[in-house]
């Protein structure tokens, strides 16, 4: 009986940006061809592939909160049908977090079967968050929902396309349920046809190396990405950290929400566990499992190898706890549209309990590690239709012991692109008046924090309404090696007029008539080693790019231009 050789470490790599090749052409129809300002310009999307027993093979590098919507998905999809019931031509949509393997209502997955030798041997899946999906306000997350009743359509693993024919009457019945109709029937249909591509490419390398080659050489793959995962365990030694960070409230104010993740390391084997996370949320902050699994998967990566490749592999030495109703493990139906929060501070509890035993070279400070969030919504400029638009905006990434932290970036689960302010101001009734760096939002340190940004946005039309959901207004994130916390976040209506007025970090339908403005500040992050340490041209190349402020370079270095700063390296 012939044995099977061990893999060619080459052919493996080719064989491995063959699938990423395919998963990034998917990831370029999706983005190319949408219609909403979300997906084409935000690229508010990701999409992977999966073989017939639903393991991840392939993942293009989008969102990777977005992992616990496609992987959920499709696994919601096998139990529902069972592959000899698929059809070719078929192809599955869903949603919901309790039903259907998803995240939250607005992330919408297409699987599509992709069948080679009239046998289902692959599963294309994207997810595109939605800027509507109805429900009781525009966006369709609201930090005040108390149920997923309230966060637009609910969508079980349906048959949205059978043998070819897509069902018209399902899919307008859909688009129908949301604040605009013909941008979701276009991009549910851009989904579906951007699977079929992803099928194409998988059926013709099927066709050029053989499916047999195909089957070994993915096998070959994931247990290289398991061996070297669990090598990179194994290397790290026993160990054990705890670190808690915390949300403001969980929607309804009250006391901050702590989450506490435990990292384990016995031998290969890795236990993150969410014990002293704080209980289910009264508002939209509970986080579904998958998110939770999602979150947890690239932290580790992150942490451990940044280069390891994503795909089932990756999962096999990683096992994760959290106590059910609690906000990391909740009980239907809690409402979860405002899990990307949470996500962010679970990413950020797992990065900071590992940097609990790693060597001082792999630590970084906490970034902001927040999900700011703000919706406009009121008429369109044509058509007659409502628009939505949503945006996430960025803030500082945690400094490290040889460099400062990024400015203005988005951090950990999150990877999306801002809306060019050309863009936004020609599809919206709105005007962006300041797009820029918070000046002393970076925690002060021998190596700085990251900025947080500040958005600024008027509205053009009377009929406009607004939400904006910051966290971070209470706690600013921790330095490390005594770096100083970063800034917080903040909210201020009408920002450099006389009616200037502060406004709570979380505010949901506020009418912002023509002429008014609404502005975010999003955290910086923190910094890394004491101040004091800090090089004098580090501090003055901060003032001159208005980085920090004179007070601050005096209150945090000592620094000015007449006075020398305290005990900082020459």
Same mark, same amino acid.
């Given at each position: 009986?012939?044995?099977?050789?061990?893999?060619?470490?080459?052919?493996?790599?080719?064989?491995?940006?063959?699938?990423?090749?395919? *998963? +990034?052409?998917?990831?370029?129809?999706?983005?190319? =061809?949408? $219609?909403?300002?979300?997906?084409?310009?935000?690229?508010?999307?990701? *999409?992977?592939?999966?073989?017939?027993?639903?393991?991840?093979?392939?993942?293009?590098?989008?969102?990777?909160?977005?992992?616990?919507?496609?992987?959920?998905?499709?696994?919601?999809?096998?139990?529902?049908?069972?592959?000899?019931?698929?059809?070719?031509?078929?192809?599955?949509?869903?949603?919901?977090?309790?039903?259907? @393997?998803?995240?939250?209502?607005?992330?919408?997955?297409? %699987?599509?079967?992709?069948?080679?030798?009239?046998?289902?041997?692959?599963?294309?899946?994207?997810?595109?968050?939605?800027?509507?999906?109805?429900?009781?306000?525009?966006?369709?997350?609201?930090?005040?929902?108390?149920?997923? $009743?309230?966060?637009?359509?609910?969508?079980?693993?349906?048959?949205?396309?059978?043998?070819? +024919?897509?069902?018209?009457?399902?899919?307008?019945?859909?688009?129908?349920?949301?604040?605009?109709?013909?941008?979701?029937?276009?991009?549910?249909?851009?989904?579906?046809?951007?699977?079929?591509?992803?099928?194409?490419?998988?059926?013709?390398?099927?066709?050029?190396? @053989?499916?047999?080659?195909?089957?070994?050489?993915?096998?070959?793959?994931?247990?290289?990405?398991?061996?070297?995962?669990?090598?990179?365990?194994?290397?790290?030694?026993?160990?054990?950290?705890?670190?808690?960070?915390?949300?403001?409230?969980?929607?309804?104010?009250?006391?901050?929400?702590?989450?506490?993740?435990?990292?384990?390391?016995?031998?290969?084997?890795?236990?993150?566990?969410?014990?002293?996370?704080?209980?289910?949320?009264?508002?939209?902050?509970?986080?579904?499992?998958?998110?939770?699994?999602? =979150?947890?998967?690239?932290?580790?990566?992150?942490?451990?190898?940044?280069?390891?490749?994503?795909?089932?592999?990756?999962?096999?030495?990683?096992?994760?706890?959290?106590?059910?109703?609690?906000?990391?493990?909740?009980?239907?139906?809690?409402?979860?549209?405002?899990?990307?929060?949470?996500?962010?501070?679970?990413?950020?509890?797992?990065?900071?309990?590992?940097?609990? $035993?790693?060597?001082?070279?792999?630590?970084?400070?906490?970034?902001?590690? %927040?999900?700011?969030?703000?919706?406009?919504?009121?008429?369109?400029?044509? @058509?007659?239709?409502?628009?939505?638009?949503?945006?996430?905006?960025?803030?500082?990434?945690?400094?490290?012991?040889?460099?400062?932290?990024?400015?203005?970036?988005?951090?950990?689960?999150?990877?999306?692109?801002?809306?060019?302010?050309?863009?936004?101001?020609?599809?919206?009734?709105?005007?962006?008046?300041?797009?820029?760096? %918070?000046?002393? =939002?970076?925690?002060?340190?021998?190596?700085?924090?990251?900025?947080?940004?500040?958005?600024?946005?008027?509205?053009?039309?009377?009929?406009?309404?607004?939400?904006?959901?910051?966290? @971070?207004?209470?706690?600013?994130? +921790?330095?490390?090696?005594?770096?100083?916390?970063?800034?917080?976040?903040?909210? %201020?209506?009408?920002?450099?007029?006389?009616?200037?007025?502060?406004?709570?970090?979380?505010?949901?339908?506020?009418?912002?008539?023509?002429?008014?403005?609404?502005?975010?500040?999003?955290?910086?992050?923190?910094?890394?080693?004491?101040?004091?340490?800090?090089?004098?041209?580090?501090?003055?190349?901060?003032?001159?790019?208005?980085?920090?402020?004179?007070?601050?370079?005096?209150?945090?270095?000592?620094?000015?231009?007449?006075?020398?700063?305290?005990?900082?390296? =020459?």
């Amino acid at each position: 009986m012939p044995t099977h050789t061990a893999p060619d470490p080459i052919a493996m790599e080719v064989f491995s940006n063959r699938l990423l090749s395919i *998963v +990034e052409e998917m990831g370029h129809t999706l983005i190319r =061809s949408s $219609f909403s300002t979300n997906i084409k310009e935000r690229k508010d999307c990701s *999409v992977a592939m999966f073989d017939a027993a639903g393991r991840l093979i392939a993942q293009a590098s989008h969102v990777p909160l977005h992992l616990g919507s496609l992987a959920g998905g499709v696994r919601a999809v096998l139990a529902r049908y069972p592959l000899e019931a698929m059809r070719p031509g078929d192809a599955f949509i869903g949603n919901d977090a309790y039903l259907a @393997g998803g995240t939250h209502a607005p992330d919408i997955g297409i %699987v599509t079967p992709v069948f080679v030798e009239g046998r289902v041997r692959f599963l294309a899946a994207n997810c595109g968050h939605h800027s509507d999906v109805g429900g009781s306000v525009p966006g369709s997350t609201s930090h005040t929902a108390r149920s997923v $009743f309230e966060e637009g359509i609910r969508l079980p693993v349906l048959r949205i396309r059978r043998a070819g +024919e897509i069902d018209t009457d399902l899919l307008e019945m859909i688009a129908h349920n949301t604040r605009d109709f013909e941008e979701r029937l276009l991009d549910l249909k851009v989904q579906i046809a951007t699977n079929d591509r992803g099928a194409a490419l998988m059926a013709e390398l099927a066709a050029r190396i @053989g499916m047999a080659a195909v089957e070994r050489a993915v096998d070959d793959l994931l247990a290289y990405t398991a061996r070297r995962l669990r090598r990179r365990i194994a290397e790290t030694g026993d160990n054990r950290g705890s670190f808690t960070t915390w949300l403001d409230d969980d929607g309804y104010g009250g006391d901050p929400v702590p989450v506490r993740a435990t990292v384990t390391i016995r031998g290969e084997r890795l236990t993150v566990d969410f014990t002293g996370s704080g209980p289910e949320a009264r508002g939209s902050f509970n986080m579904p499992r998958n998110a939770l699994e999602a =979150s947890v998967y690239y932290a580790v990566k992150a942490m451990l190898d940044p280069e390891l490749m994503p795909n089932q592999g990756m999962f096999e030495a990683i096992a994760i706890t959290a106590p059910e109703g609690t906000i990391t493990n909740p009980r239907f139906p809690a409402a979860v549209g405002s899990r990307a929060n949470t996500a962010q501070r679970v990413a950020g509890a797992v990065v900071g309990a590992f940097c609990r $035993f790693l060597p001082p070279e792999r630590r970084v400070a906490s970034g902001n590690d %927040v999900m700011s969030t703000i919706v406009f919504s009121g008429p369109a400029r044509r @058509g007659g239709r409502r628009f939505v638009y949503i945006e996430t905006v960025g803030g500082g990434a945690g400094a490290q012991p040889d460099a400062d932290g990024t400015d203005g970036t988005h951090v950990h689960v999150t990877n999306t692109s801002n809306l060019p302010a050309e863009a936004l101001e020609r599809e919206y009734p709105l005007l962006v008046e300041e797009y820029a760096l %918070v000046p002393d =939002s970076g925690g002060a340190g021998e190596f700085r924090g990251g900025m947080g940004i500040a958005r600024q946005i008027r509205s053009l039309d009377d009929r406009v309404v607004c939400h904006a959901r910051l966290d @971070g207004a209470r706690r600013g994130p +921790e330095g490390l090696a005594r770096g100083r916390p970063g800034g917080l976040s903040r909210v %201020v209506l009408d920002h450099g007029r006389p009616e200037e007025a502060a406004a709570p970090p979380k505010i949901v339908n506020h009418a912002l008539a023509a002429g008014r403005s609404l502005r975010i500040e999003t955290p910086g992050a923190g910094g890394y080693g004491p101040p004091e340490r800090r090089r004098p041209e580090g501090i003055a190349r901060d003032l001159a790019d208005g980085r920090i402020t004179p007070a601050a370079a005096l209150s945090d270095y000592g620094f000015s231009d007449a006075v020398p700063p305290r005990g900082v390296r =020459s």
